[in-house]
């Protein structure tokens, strides 16, 4: 039997890294990143503040208090989007907004809240812009040194990297790129996957279901999943349990990966096996619960993925093996197994790596999304999980304040 850490090395080594694009950052999102982002410029790009309120020279106003206010004179008025102020007067403050650059020689921003203009007719929100110059205020707090000042390049500074490659692109991941400038990134093209639920027992979604058949909840589950990791996918015409016919629609099938669901286990009429055992298609024992039957190969030039029916096996080998195989084509950085607490206790079988559909308690400690565990027609359980519990093969028992694995969902 493998162990799941060879089935999965077994697996990407099936696939390769795919060709590179150039794509707008409006069309980035989802995508992975072939090449770094690095910042053309520092960021902030100039001294600015951070508060709607006044510049001020600290030493001239550090004395001021709500019982000692320290009056001062406006000499400029500050919008965002003004260009580089005149340097602040001494003995003088200048009206600023959030984002305006700070003029030189101001080493602290006053808030407009501990001034009397809060408020207060005449206050900034009825000051026109360009006429408080020549106004009194009265400050009533002492800022600290350099207080509400975000200065040139904290954030980054010109030619730091923002974003390396491997990255996929979230909308933060974006907005980071925006902010460096960067307006055109190099990404792997998509994966194309053809996905294939296999067995005459099913039947579409919507339809009447007849004695003796389900719902065919797999097919949908491999296609979001697919679309959820990054690719494009394409639905196969279904095959039934018809050996010929299913690799007549895999010969057909025009795909960087092939990831099929049933008929791969011992049964009599396991059609996949039945069909691609001899045509380069190993079905192997993994020693993983769910989704112990397993075939792994290449089909006419292709990588090919032969999961099990059930579908918490299917979710499950998916998150495992396939997704793993999408990672490595698009160069995406592999995603580290994090940690946490198990609320309550179940078993898990010898010498198996069982991975649980769990919920994430409010306190950050896990327990299984229903009370069935792992057992892999649980298809209802996968609504409520959230995460993948990980148990080691050594371990037959988690026990309430163990910790286990997680594997959170990326989708």
């Not at 010109?158 to 491997?166: A, K, P, Q």
């Not at 979604?205 to 007849?210: A, D, K, S, T, V």
């Not at 206790?345 to 991975?355: C, V």
Request: a negative charge; proline letters at 9%.
């Amino acid at each position: 039997m493998r162990s799941v850490a060879e089935h999965v090395a077994a697996a990407t080594a099936l696939v390769s890294a795919l060709p590179t694009e150039e794509v707008s950052l409006g069309d980035a999102l989802g995508r992975v990143l072939a090449d770094p982002v690095n910042s053309r410029t520092d960021n902030p790009p100039f001294d600015n503040s951070a508060m709607d309120g006044y510049a001020v020279r600290g030493d001239e106003v550090a004395a001021a208090s709500d019982s000692a206010p320290v009056a001062m004179i406006v000499s400029a008025d500050i919008p965002a989007g003004s260009g580089m102020p005149d340097p602040l007067a001494p003995g003088t403050v200048a009206r600023i907004m959030t984002g305006a650059p700070v003029p030189e020689g101001a080493d602290a921003i006053v808030p407009v809240e501990h001034t009397d203009a809060f408020g207060g007719a005449g206050g900034p929100s009825t000051r026109p812009r360009g006429m408080v110059t020549g106004t009194p205020i009265s400050i009533a707090v002492a800022p600290a040194l350099e207080a509400h000042i975000r200065r040139r390049g904290e954030d980054v500074r010109e030619g730091d990297e923002v974003l390396r490659s491997g990255t996929r692109l979230g909308p933060w991941q974006i907005a980071a790129a925006a902010s460096a400038g960067v307006a055109r990134l190099t990404v792997a093209r998509r994966p194309r996957v053809a996905v294939l639920a296999t067995g005459d027992e099913l039947t579409a979604p919507g339809q009447p279901l007849p004695v003796g058949s389900i719902y065919d909840s797999n097919g949908m589950l491999m296609t979001a999943l697919a679309a959820a990791t990054g690719a494009d996918v394409v639905v196969l015409p279904r095959a039934g349990d018809d050996p010929a016919r299913l690799l007549g629609v895999l010969a057909e099938a025009s795909a960087d990966l092939i990831v099929t669901s049933g008929g791969v286990s011992v049964g009599a009429y396991d059609v996949v096996k039945a069909a691609l055992a001899s045509r380069g298609v190993d079905f192997v024992p993994v020693a993983m619960q769910p989704g112990k039957p397993q075939g792994l190969g290449v089909f006419d030039g292709t990588p090919i993925v032969c999961l099990p029916g059930n579908p918490v096996s299917v979710a499950v080998s998916f998150a495992v093996i396939v997704a793993p195989m999408l990672r490595a084509m698009v160069g995406e950085i592999e995603p580290e197994l994090a940690y946490a607490v198990a609320a309550t206790g179940w078993r898990s079988p010898p010498g198996r790596q069982q991975h649980v559909p769990v919920r994430i308690n409010p306190n950050g400690t896990v327990e299984p999304a229903t009370g069935g565990g792992s057992r892999s027609h649980l298809a209802a359980s996968l609504a409520h999980g959230e995460a993948l519990a990980v148990v080691a093969p050594e371990t037959t028992e988690v026990s309430a304040g163990d910790t286990v694995g997680l594997m959170r969902r990326t989708w």
